[in-house]
């Protein structure tokens, strides 16, 4: 069986398994191993025409973003052309942690 690694988002030290968390021998970052994967990283630059799914939060796609409200760094987020065609797409940000929403100029 193929060992796959998982390695510290904070230091990039690879993780060892300790107790039903990963663990970095070198920042002492602890991970859950059962970690939902909440993060999408690869489809995040396409999906900007996504619909917005009130009440489905969950397929949304997530950023980092400090919310103003509690201070958690991952945020939903989605885009919206407002009707001025001269003014730049706003980005429209939820906390995973409060469901604070604000939105974000580009
Ligand atoms: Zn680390
Ligand atoms: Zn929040």
Same mark, same amino acid.
């Given at each position: 069986? %193929?060992?796959n690694?998982?390695?510290?988002? $904070?230091?990039? @030290?690879?993780?060892? /398994? $300790?107790?039903?968390?990963?663990?970095? $021998?070198?920042c002492? &970052?602890?991970?859950?191993?059962? *970690? !939902? %994967?909440?993060? #999408?990283? @690869?489809?995040?630059? @396409? @999906?900007?025409?996504?619909? #917005?799914?009130? =009440? !489905? #939060?969950?397929l949304? /796609?997530?950023? !980092? *973003?400090?919310? /103003?409200?509690? =201070?958690? !760094?991952? *945020? &939903?987020?989605?885009? $919206?052309?407002?009707? *001025? %065609?001269?003014?730049?797409? +706003?980005?429209?940000? +939820?906390?995973?942690?409060? =469901?604070?929403?604000?939105?974000? &100029?580009?």
């Open positions: 069986m %193929a060992f690694p998982e390695y510290c988002p $904070k230091c990039g @030290k690879v993780l060892v /398994p $300790k107790k039903g968390v990963l663990f970095c $021998k070198r002492n &970052y602890e991970k859950p191993k059962t *970690a !939902n %994967a909440s993060f #999408i990283s @690869k489809t995040e630059q @396409k @999906k900007s025409e996504m619909p #917005i799914l009130e =009440g !489905n #939060i969950q949304l /796609p997530t950023t !980092n *973003a400090k919310c /103003p409200e509690c =201070g958690n !760094n991952v *945020a &939903y987020w989605e885009m $919206k052309q407002t009707r *001025a %065609a001269d003014e730049s797409p +706003t980005r429209f940000l +939820t906390c995973t942690k409060c =469901g604070f929403r604000w939105r974000r &100029y580009e």
